[in-house]
Structure formats: structure tokens, C-alpha cells
């Protein structure tokens, strides 16, 4: 047996329903698919089918549809709704916002596992509602649109705290891979205060020390370090450091990151300290306890 849902057609509220299985009914879990003519529905198999591999197939898909929320953040309806039922067909929960200022409220909120922002809004710009979101420490993975391509204003929405950047015109396929590829990334510890053996550093009070010692740092250090140690043990390589403490998604002809370990390392390993960050020749850095 096959069952149909249309989808409401308001992308405002889009939400995707899955029909609840009844023993007494042959409900099925329905799909809900938007084309440029409008909201259609979908033939999904019925859970109860007595084909096995049918029935696993569709309980793998209701478990997907509660796998993510993300919130959009796009002033255009036309590219809202497309983006949307791509993301609903997929089994995403999705949350609209039209406005700068609608979007920002939601934002702060910190109920979304990830946002696509475009950059220009009405209200509020789109690197405001990000610079604002990681002032206040919301750390939910964002995904910038915006038509402006050049890598300058790639550049600015990166160091905005964008986590990565999406030219338009684009390929809505790309986009949903983007979306995915920032979803698999681990989430962060949430912890106020790293700890690795002797090191310390309050993420709050932006302090860093080693034992009773006192560590001096600036901005970039402080976060060279903080990658670190939330990777304890871990070989960080200088494309990973690029990406990461510098919001480049390429590797320049630089020796940007070797000019800031060395400095690290002479404050966090003095003479006669066991050393905690070491280089691996050719590979990169690994931050250890000493033993």
C-alpha cells in the first residue's frame, strides 16, 4: 500500500509530516516534495508492507527526518522555497526567517543545528547576525550565501565566523553537500576551562596558564591554542590550522602558521619545562601531556 502528503506549500512554516503508524490503519510515512509548479505529493512503501528490506528502508528514513534542524535565513521567497523542499525531501527540519532582525532573534536562540545566512538582509546584514551570534558564544555551524563571489568578500565572511561560503548563482546539490559536510564536523566541547596536564586556559576569562605560571597570549594565539588543546594528542596539520583558526578554505604560499607555533611554543614550553607541542616534520603539530 502507498500513501500520498502534500506539502502545505507555506515555506514559512514548512514542516514535513510523517504519519504515525496505527496497527489498525495502513498508514505510511509520507514525503513531502515542491516543485517550481508547486507542492506535489509523494508515493512512499507503507511501513507494514511484509517485504522486510521495504519496511527497513523507510524506518532509515523516518530516522533521518529527525536528524537535523536548520535555519534559513534568506529574504528571497523563490530561493527560500527551493532551498527548503530540497532540504525537507532530504529529511531536514527546517525554520525560515526573512528579515535580518527575525533572523537574528532565532539565531541567538542556539536551537539550530546549522544556518544558511545570506550575507545581504534587510534590517540586520548577514555578518552582523554571525559577528553577534560568536560574540555571545553560539557556535552553531553557519553556511554563508551570497552573490558577492569576489575572494575578498569570501574572505570577510569567513572572518566573520562563517563556517563556509556559497557564491550564487549555485548548485542547490553543492549546497545541501555543504550543509551535510558541516553537520559530520564534531562538535565542540562546551567547557568553559581546557585542561591538557598542566595547561590551562579559561575560555571566559581569557586566561592561560602552566601550573602557577602565567601565559601571555594574543588573540590569534589564544585560539591557535584553544584548537589545540581541544584536539589533545591529535596530529593538526598547517591546511587544518589554515581552515580552522584562520577561516582560509585554501592553503596559501605562507609560513603564516610556523611563525605563530614558534611564538606559541616559546610561551608555553620555557627551559627546563617538558615540551607539550612538538612538530612533526613534514606533517605538522601535536599538542601532548608531558609524561
Known amino acids: 500500500m502507498n500513501v500520498k502528503c502534500e506539502f502545505n506549500g507555506d515555506p514559512r512554516s514548512c514542516v514535513l509530516a510523517c504519519a504515525q503508524r496505527q496497527s489498525d490503519q495502513n498508514d505510511g510515512i509520507a514525503v513531502a516534495e515542491m516543485s517550481s509548479a508547486g507542492p506535489r505529493g509523494v508515493d512512499v512503501p507503507d511501513p507494514t508492507s511484509p517485504d522486510p528490506e521495504q519496511a527497513a528502508g523507510v524506518l532509515g528514513l523516518a530516522a533521518e527526518l529527525a536528524m537535523a534542524k536548520v535555519l534559513l535565513i534568506e529574504d528571497d521567497p523563490e530561493t527560500a522555497r527551493e532551498i527548503m523542499a530540497e532540504l525537507v525531501e532530504r529529511g531536514f527540519e527546517v525554520d525560515w526567517a526573512a528579515t535580518g532582525v527575525e533572523g537574528l532573534d532565532k539565531a541567538r536562540a542556539g536551537k539550530a543545528d546549522a544556518l544558511i545566512v545570506d550575507r545581504l538582509l534587510p534590517g540586520v546584514d548577514g555578518l552582523t547576525i554571525i559577528e553577534v551570534m560568536r560574540q555571545e558564544r553560539v557556535r552553531t555551524p553557519v553556511l554563508v550565501l551570497s552573490a558577492l563571489g569576489a575572494v575578498d568578500d569570501r574572505v570577510r565572511g569567513l572572518r566573520a565566523g562563517g563556517d563556509d561560503y556559497l557564491a550564487k548563482p549555485f548548485a542547490i546539490l553543492e549546497l545541501i553537500a555543504r550543509i551535510e559536510a558541516l553537520l559530520r564536523r564534531p562538535a565542540e566541547n562546551q567547557d568553559t576551562v581546557l585542561r591538557v596536564g598542566p595547561l ?26 584553544e584548537y589545540m588543546m581541544r584536539r589533545k594528542d591529535q596530529l593538526l596539520t598547517r591546511a587544518m590550522l589554515f581552515e580552522e583558526v584562520w577561516n582560509y578554505k ?9 611563525v605563530h607555533m614558534g611564538r606559541l611554543r616559546r610561551k608555553v614550553d620555557q627551559p627546563g619545562e ?18
Open 200 to 225: 590551562e586556559l579559561d575560555l571566559l576569562a581569557r586566561t592561560a596558564r602552566r601550573g602557577e605560571r602565567r601565559i601571555e597570549l594574543l588573540p590569534r594565539e589564544f585560539r591557535l591554542l
Open 250 to 258: 585554501f592553503v596559501p604560499r605562507s609560513n603564516l602558521v610556523d
Open 274 to 291: 617538558q615540551p607539550m607541542i612538538h612538530n612533526i616534520r613534514g606533517e605538522g603539530f601535536v599538542l601532548r601531556a608531558p609524561a
